[in-house]
């Protein structure tokens, strides 16, 4: 168990429809990680945020969007959702907010499925 | 761009049969070298962290290996609980993503 947790586990919705998707982090851990794993693309890094603010943007979507609340607990908003968005979505977390440098734990993952 | 490269894609193991994974990478400037091992559905786990050439990291049956340009996962006597997908990551100085993860070496340990 990494400390890291993350709910829903399974998540099902249909075209169109939006999500949310919440990780808290490990305790005293400060940056937070978004992750997208698909068969075919493995992790995909989406964004990362340190102690509330935006830190760090990847390959993320306009239409997904996250946000770092002041208990430090992170949500992942899916929105106008496509079937390809069907995968695990994980979230990670580390003490420092350099991601390069520090090891991430990451929580048990998300299943999203639209149909 | 950078890169990461894992080979094999997958490797069958008798159980007690010693092999190595490979994790080669082209990055602009290497900050951390991290495995990790994904069991099916789940979260991945950390493994080890290299930081320079020339460092070992040891645990249990596994020792994690860099050089300037790869780095090696040596998983000694495996046995069939090591199977697992193992994943390779760097962290670079370059562009805006913390880590970047190769798409790992999906490792199977029959008894």
């Known amino acids: 168990d990494s400390g890291v947790t993350q709910t829903p586990k399974h998540l099902i919705t249909a075209t169109g429809q939006r999500v949310t998707l919440r990780c808290s982090p490990r305790?005293?851990?400060?940056?937070v990680y978004w992750y997208q794993q698909s068969l075919d693309q493995g992790l995909q890094f989406l964004i990362q945020?340190?102690?509330?603010?935006?830190?760090a943007k990847g390959n993320i979507l306009e239409r997904f969007s996250a946000q770092q609340f002041p208990d430090l607990h992170s949500e992942l908003n899916l929105s106008s959702l496509e079937l390809g968005d069907s995968a695990l979505y994980f979230c990670?977390?580390?003490?420092?907010?350099?991601?390069?440098?520090?090891?991430?734990?990451f929580g048990p993952g998300t299943r999203l499925t639209v149909l | 761009e950078d890169q990461v490269t894992q080979s094999p894609e997958a490797l069958r193991l008798q159980e007690g049969e010693s092999s190595s994974l490979n994790c080669s990478y082209t990055?602009?400037?290497?900050?951390?070298l991290f495995w990790y091992r994904q069991d099916p559905g789940k979260g991945p786990e950390f493994l080890f962290t290299?930081?320079?050439a020339g460092e070992e990291k040891e645990k249990e049956r596994l020792k994690a290996t860099l050089t300037k340009k790869e780095s090696f996962l040596h998983i000694t006597a495996p046995k069939p609980e090591d199977s697992a997908t193992y994943l390779c990551?760097?962290?670079?100085?370059?562009?805006?993503?913390?880590?970047?993860f190769g798409k790992g070496t999906r490792l199977s340990v029959i008894a």
């Open positions: 990670a977390s580390s003490v420092e907010p350099a991601g390069a440098y520090n090891e991430q734990f």
């Open positions: 945020y340190y102690n509330g603010e935006e830190r």
């Open positions: 990551a760097v962290g670079t100085r370059s562009g805006n993503t913390p880590l970047v």
């Open positions: 990055v602009s400037g290497l900050r951390g």
């Open positions: 290299l930081y320079s």
């Open positions: 305790s005293g851990d400060l940056s």
